[in-house]
Structure formats: C-alpha cells, structure tokens
C-alpha cells in the first residue's frame, strides 16, 4: 500500500472483486464488456452549467471514481489520482427521435476504457430540448457495482437540486467507508478462522460438480467472445400473482421461485440432472453502516448447485432451492473466483466459464421499459427522472437470466452471448420458460416431467 502526504493510502491491491474483472480486460483490452452504464429521461432538460458542477463535487465525494489501474511488477494496482473528472459530453440532439439517440448512446456506451490513462468514468448529456435531457454515465466495473450505480444517482441529482451545486457543502461526508477499507476486509477475513470456515464450504458445496451447463450449441463458442444480445420479456399478470400466491405459501421470495424455475428449464434444455448458475451478492450486507453507501465494486457471486432427482416435482425443487440459496449465503463473503480455483478441473481453458450461466433480481429502478413504454420513475427537486434500459450489445457470460418483480409486473431479461445462441434460438427459451411458470402457478405439485412438457 502506497500512502500520500496526508497518510492515506493513494495506491493499494484490488479486491478479489475486482481481479476477475482486470483479467477478463487484460486479456481482451479492447472489450467494453465490462462497462457499467445507466441510463436516464430527465425531464426538464437539465442546465449543464449546474449539472456539471454537480458532476465535479460528485467525483470529489467519492474516490474510486477517480481510480486508475496499472501493474507494479506482477502485481496489479490501484491508485487514486487527483485529476478532476473530464467534463460531461454535452450533446446538442434537439430535433432527434428516439431512434438517433438510442444510436448515439449505443456508441458511447461501448467505447472500451484505457484503465491506466482513464478517466474510468465518463458521462454523456444529450440535450433533445428544453423540456428534455437523455443522460448517459458508464464506468468500468472495476469502479462500480449495480448497488453503486443507484448511490451515484441519488446523490448526483441530490446535489443537482440542491445548493451544494453552487460549491457548497461538497467535502466527504464523515463516517464513510473507503474501498481501501474494504480491501483490508476482505482481506483479513481470508486469513483468519471465517475465511477457512466459509472456503472449507465452497470446497464441499462444489466437489465433483459439473464445471459448466452443458447448453446446446455451446461446443466451440470462444469465451473471449462477448458480443451479446438482451431479449426483454413480461410473465402474464394472472401468472405472476400466482407465482407471488406460491412464494408467500412457502415463506420464501419471489427471488428463490423465478430461480427454481429457471434450474428447472436448465435441467430440460441440458438434459443434466447436476448443474451451477451463479448469482450475484453485495459484501456491504456483511459490513456495518460506514459502508453502505460505498462506492465501488463489492459485489461477489455464490454458485447455486442444482441436483435434479427422477421422482421430483416443483415444490421439492423449489424447497431444495430455497435450502441451497440460504446455505450459500451464509457463505457468500468467501471470493467465489478462489472458490473457483480450488476446484479440480482438468481443462483449465474450462475453468473461467464455471458459473457462466447467471440468474440475477434486478434493482426495481432498472426498469422493462422499451422506447413508448411507461418506465419506472423517480422525482428528485424539480426534475423527475425516468430510468431506460442501456442498449447493450456485450454479454460478459454465455446466458444470464435478469428478473423483476415490482409487486404489480414480473418480467426480466434474457442477456446471452450471440456466438452461443441465435436470437429466434432465445426468444424460443424465453417461450419455454414462461410456460414453465405458467404450469407452476396453476399446480406447482406437478412432476418436473410434466412441466418439460409444458413447455
């Protein structure tokens, strides 16, 4: 750890959060995979001059927005700068559909990052009129998670709408956490008894496990290959109340049925009784208040092993499930990319897609909303902000499952990597699954052969 005049650390190692994701941009520099993007409508267009000044003091509050990361011999380092955010791209887009800006946006957001030069953080204003204003912030996850992405919205147009977007009151607010706290956590908790308790776990939960799903037409599709596609979709309202019915019977969330569903249809796409998705966790659930409105990359994943018995139905895969998440959780502050490491596999080209089927609960601000469609929303000052869905053309693993439920819709993204699957190919899945749930909600007593042929 390398400290400034002042005595706080300047450059220190990343996190095992982070090492996967510098790997998967040391080996494919030119990837923007790994970018993180939000996405906004706010209404009435947003004056630059304020919203800039609002920008600045946000990158002053928080650190890791102003991070840069390079090796030191082998190892690779982070290091704080004190280089002021670049200024918002302010783009003069009055008169464009929303065709233009859809296509506007999508280019800015693949724009891969030069992690040693940075900035890692960019933003990008659209200015379609005075009543209007389209905002694009991307980061490299090395700098941010999903958790961190709403902390950056709040606080960002709590400043726009505030006085301190006049330079007042812009200092750290005391008592927060820095990520080099979090580093020496992490750390710390590896090397001692909780470390060994939670690894001796992830040792015995994935011994002799299956290394990857086995999905047709996967054979010979390159890992490197992070060209993706998202196919959004909604469940019938009469279905998702009887999927809600079904989660509030059993005392669980609608997290653990949308999941056993989707290991259900996995068993019958597979045709393997034995199989790993992996879910993403955030470490500040472990971690006192200081933290929790840390900016950075905390998040972790678990592995979900999913074991198919010939005379199951969906309740008993749905309570296994149930039993498996909470295991899991318990243990989830544990590297699942050491968790990875410690598992036999033969092949090691194999071993960085252990877990590259996903299932992930999206925040309720991330929205269903397509161009037209009412989107999720939220009213900060005299602006009312309205969150859009990032055209993504970049999947950072094979297929990923991305639900929602905001107590009244139920619907998701299917996220994939188009090497693997054709888009008809997805659609056909989606179809498949929805159906799946379907029968759940009419008798989630039925034989999960029963239900294959539903769907």
Known sequence: MIEGRDGAPRAY????????????????????????????????????????????QLVERHLMLRMRFALVGETPLQWVTDA??????????????????????????????????????????LQVGPSESVLLLVAHHLLLDGISCWIIIDELFEL??????SGNGNGIPKGRAEYHQYVHWQRTLLAGPEGRRQRTYWRRHLQGAPPVVSLPGREGASINDDA???????????????????????????????????????????NSNDILVGSPTNDRLSLGPAYQELVGDCSNRILVR??????????????????????????????????????AVEDDRIRPSIGDVGFNMLPLKSGLSEPGELAPQMTRGEVTIEFLLPPRQTSRRTLVLEALDDHVRVGGLMV???????????????????????????????????????S
């Open 416 to 454: 994939y990597r188009t090497s693997v699957f054709t888009q008809e190919e997805i659609e056909h899945l989606t179809h498949r699954y929805l159906a799946l749930l379907w029968g759940v909600a009419e008798d989630p007593a039925q034989p999960l052969e029963r239900l294959a042929r539903l």
């Open 84 to 125: 002021r955010v670049a200024p918002p791209e302010v783009i003069d887009a009055n008169g464009w559909d929303f065709s233009a800006v859809e296509a506007d946006v999508r280019r800015a957001l693949h724009i891969p990052f030069d992690l040693v030069k940075g900035p890692n953080f960019r933003a990008r204003l």
């Open 160 to 165: 726009y709408s505030s006085d301190r977007a």
């Open 306 to 343: 999913s074991q198919r018995r010939k005379e199951d139905d969906f309740l008993c895969l749905l309570r296994r499930t149930q039993v498996t998440v909470e295991d899991a959780l318990r243990h989830h502050n544990y590297p699942i990319s050491l968790a990875i490491e410690d598992v």
């Open 228 to 270: 993706g596609g998202v196919f959004p979709f909604e469940i019938d309202p009469r279905v998702g109340g009887g999927l809600r019915k079904l989660a509030e019977r059993e005392g669980i969330t609608m997290f653990t049925v949308l999941l056993a569903g989707f290991l259900a249809l996995l068993h019958e796409y597979s």
């Open 13 to 56: 190692p990343l996190s095992y959060s982070q090492l996967p994701n510098w790997r998967v941009q040391q080996a494919n520099p030119e990837t923007a995979a790994m970018n993180e993007a939000i996405l906004l409508r706010i209404r009435p267009g947003l004056d630059v001059i304020r919203f800039t000044q609002a920008l600045e």
